[in-house]
């Protein structure tokens, strides 16, 4: 994980407000595109204007407000083992419940807890944060943590989904993020960004 300037650029995209990240080296400008949940026009509008190299779609797990726009990109697709089925399963990624049939085009690499995931200079390290989906991940970088659908600003992940675990995602939150240093910035799966110290202190989940 190198210490230094990073690319991170945000955009609320889809229906359901989510957000997607465009993280990378700025010197090599190889991104990854992270939760592309919609809007995929505007996405690929940013990646273009910048002349940035993307290596892969991460998606941190199988919902329809992260993987909408998978198809459309046409990029390499990378999810934790325990979410690919997701990909291709309106049930499990909630699509159904919208009234229609959502398919991604299938995981390119299922990834595991510990990966590390390099992208010019920097490393993105995989820690799986099930609860809110079996596959769940969170991406910890050198001061920072993108979070999913798992912590969020003042609030934590719904665990009332079908293949959610409420018992699960609290010890995720306890054992995988809450243990990092309270500095880490936290971009979270919708909402504003925030940092551990600051929802240890407010979070009334937490």
């Known amino acids: 994980m190198r210490k230094g300037k990073l690319f991170i650029k945000k955009m609320v995209v889809g229906g359901m407000k989510a957000n997607c990240y465009i993280f990378g080296d700025p010197e090599t400008k190889e991104v990854f595109v992270i939760d592309p949940?919609?809007?995929?026009?505007?996405?690929?509008?940013?990646?273009?204007?910048?002349?940035?190299?993307?290596?892969?779609?991460?998606?941190t797990h199988g919902h329809i407000d992260h993987i909408s726009a998978n198809r459309y990109?046409?990029?390499p697709i990378w999810i934790h083992k325990d979410d690919a089925m997701f990909l291709q399963d309106s049930k499990k990624n909630l699509s159904s419940l919208f009234g229609f049939n959502l398919k991604s085009p299938p995981a390119t690499r299922l990834l595991e807890e510990g990966e590390t995931l390099e992208i010019g200079d920097i490393s993105l390290e995989v820690i799986h944060t099930p609860g809110h989906t079996p596959g769940s991940i969170c991406l910890k970088s050198d001061g920072l943590m993108f979070t999913g659908d798992i912590l969020f600003y003042g609030g934590i992940g719904r665990s009332?989904?079908?293949h959610g675990s409420e018992k699960t995602l609290?010890?995720?939150?306890?054992?995988?993020?809450?243990?990092?240093?309270?500095?880490?910035?936290?971009?979270?799966?919708?909402g504003p960004s925030t940092t551990i110290g600051e929802e240890?202190?407010?979070?009334?989940f937490l």
Do not use: Q, W
Request: proline residues 5%.
């Open 37 to 59: 949940g919609g809007d995929y026009h505007r996405i690929r509008a940013v990646l273009d204007k910048a002349d940035l190299k993307t290596k892969a779609i991460i998606n």
């Open 73 to 75: 990109l046409g990029y």
């Open 160 to 162: 009332d989904f079908p």
């Open 170 to 190: 609290f010890e995720s939150l306890k054992n995988k993020v809450l243990i990092h240093d309270d500095n880490t910035v936290i971009y979270p799966g919708h």
């Open 200 to 204: 240890k202190k407010s979070n009334p």
